[in-house]
């Protein structure tokens, strides 16, 4: 069963327009931790952000914006006024310490094309 | 901080041959690295894990005399390719934990192409 759904495989604006990606993760562990990694065209993956399942706090960091609702198992993430550096494919990730090993469960990604 | 460099960036090599990719932690030391494959416009998919000291835990369906990893040092780990074949040819990424709370860190990747 897929741990982590990124419904939405490629999605296209245009400059300045917000985008939001959408994850859904599905755990048995009460403790987990969740991420976001942008992957541009030259292939490195980039962390961007990590958040504890104990902490429901939603995070700003510039133009970027993370929302955790526990209660739909959602980490969704939201780029404000998008720039043509954000094309790239973002992965949501989820770390289960218990039934997962503190592997990485990566979703199957999206691909946010931002057309100048 | 967190910087995980990788190399070759880029191989090409024949049929048959072995190719080595090396995955190493610049400013920390990391006693798990991974190992993970990547198809392209395909999410990534990991190989194994690859623990400082010991023998790496492959991933199921994964061959462990195909794709052997050593991690005789806190800061580098390897992957070698054995007797590589067109169907091994991939993207292959590597990681390492680094902080408090054992975030991943990548390294650029290495691409193989097997002709």
């Known amino acids: 069963a897929q741990k982590v759904t990124q419904a939405q495989t490629e999605i296209s604006v245009v400059e300045k327009e917000d985008v939001t990606l959408d994850c859904v993760y599905e755990?048995?562990?009460?403790?987990?931790?969740l991420f976001w990694y942008k992957q541009p065209p030259s292939g490195e993956l980039v962390f961007l952000i990590r958040?504890?399942?104990?902490?429901?706090q939603n995070e700003i960091s510039g133009r970027y914006s993370w929302n955790f609702q526990k209660s739909t198992s959602s980490f969704n993430f939201t780029i404000t006024a998008s720039q043509v550096v954000d094309s790239a494919v973002y992965f949501c990730a989820l770390s289960e310490p218990y039934y997962g090993n503190n592997r990485l469960a990566f979703g199957k990604g999206n691909q946010v094309v931002v057309i100048p | 901080g967190a910087v995980v460099s990788q190399h070759p960036s880029w191989v090409i090599c024949k049929s048959g041959t072995s190719v080595k990719i090396e995955c190493r932690s610049l400013d920390f030391q990391a006693t798990t690295m991974f190992w993970y494959r990547q198809f392209p416009k395909q999410s990534l998919m990991l190989m194994a894990t690859s623990n400082e000291g010991s023998k790496a835990t492959y991933e199921q369906g994964v061959e462990k005399d195909k794709f052997l990893i050593n991690h005789a040092s806190l800061t580098l780990s390897t992957l070698t390719v054995t007797s590589a074949h067109p169907e091994d040819s991939s993207f292959y990424i590597c990681s390492a934990r680094a902080g408090q709370f054992d975030t991943q860190y990548f390294g650029p990747g290495t691409r193989l192409t097997v002709l």
């Open positions: 755990t048995r562990d009460t403790t987990y931790y």
């Open positions: 958040r504890n399942s104990f902490d429901e």
